[in-house]
């Protein structure tokens, strides 16, 4: 096989390294890459620009920033693209089941769970729609194990929508609190209570400040995402939509090694703070 991707973040990187273990040959797209990624992709097969995907692979997978998903898709589309397309970023079962309108039977639903895939058991790629099982062969031994799973064609985003909903949302919520407690003037108080009777907690609220702060930009787009599943399946948004407000508050510490006390420090300049 061979299997562009877009493009090679810190996640869409290992998904290039569990293609290439898998014995595909991997290619992406130079066109408008920062440094960082031209570092990150240097190992993999390079195209100059998107037109060049038709005609030398035969599929593309698509991980990027929620926000971008759609407009990846509709520029991969224009090229006259007609390979398979798989769509692994967070977003919504609506907005999935407008790629599988555009691209068909040649789409392919998924959904990543866990971190970028360095070591085995960590990751999971879950796959939905009638070809899911053709796509997981793709990465057959590698890191990133792939998990075709039953249902509609976007069930990979639905279970994926669900995963984040919980695990990225406690991690906001945990740290609206504390800082809550900072500006209440009782942030002392609520740790020492919290040892006594939430042991542990505190240390996962410092944990969470270290694992989202630098990506607290993509997750803002990932709990609005969110925030429209619940919409549509009449159930209540405004948490996530709270959760969108908290990340996009973190959003200037992109990249940036962080601890707690810097989480907090900019949720307490945050709006609306006295």
């Not at 096989?1 to 290039?16: D, F």
């Not at 998107?50 to 224009?78: D, F, I, T, Y």
Request: proline residues 5%; hydrophobic residues 50%; negative net charge.
């Amino acid at each position: 096989m061979k299997i562009a991707v877009l493009h090679p973040g810190a996640m869409g990187a290992s998904v290039c390294a569990a293609l290439a273990a898998a014995g595909a040959q991997v290619f992406w797209v130079e066109d408008g890459r920062s440094d960082a990624t031209r570092q990150r992709a240097q190992a993999f097969d390079s195209l100059p620009s998107l037109p060049a995907l038709r005609g030398n692979v035969e599929a593309v997978v698509s991980v990027c920033p929620p926000a971008a998903a759609q407009a990846m898709s509709e520029a991969v589309h224009a090229t006259g693209f007609d390979g398979w397309y798989m769509d692994a970023n967070a977003i919504e079962p609506a907005r999935a089941q407008l790629l599988h309108a555009r691209w068909g039977e040649r789409y392919i639903d998924g959904g990543i769970v866990g971190p970028p895939a360095g070591q085995s058991g960590t990751t999971r790629l879950y796959l939905s729609g009638p070809h899911a099982a053709t796509a997981a062969a793709w990465f057959s031994g590698s890191l990133l194990e792939a998990v075709p799973i039953d249902g509609s064609v976007t069930a990979a985003s639905a279970l994926k929508m669900c995963y984040a909903a919980y695990t990225k949302g406690q991690a906001a919520l945990l740290l609206a609190v504390r800082a809550l407690a900072d500006r209440l003037g009782v942030g002392e108080a609520l740790v020492s209570e919290w040892a006594l009777s939430q042991p542990g907690l505190n240390e996962r609220a410092a944990a969470s400040a270290r694992g989202v702060g630098p990506k607290a930009w993509r997750f803002e787009g990932e709990m609005l995402e969110i925030a429209r599943t619940f919409a549509a399946t009449g159930m209540p948004e405004g948490f996530h939509l709270a959760a969108a407000e908290i990340y996009g508050a973190l959003a200037g510490l992109k990249d940036r090694d962080v601890g707690l006390e810097d989480v907090l420090g900019v949720l307490g300049k945050a709006k609306n703070a006295e």
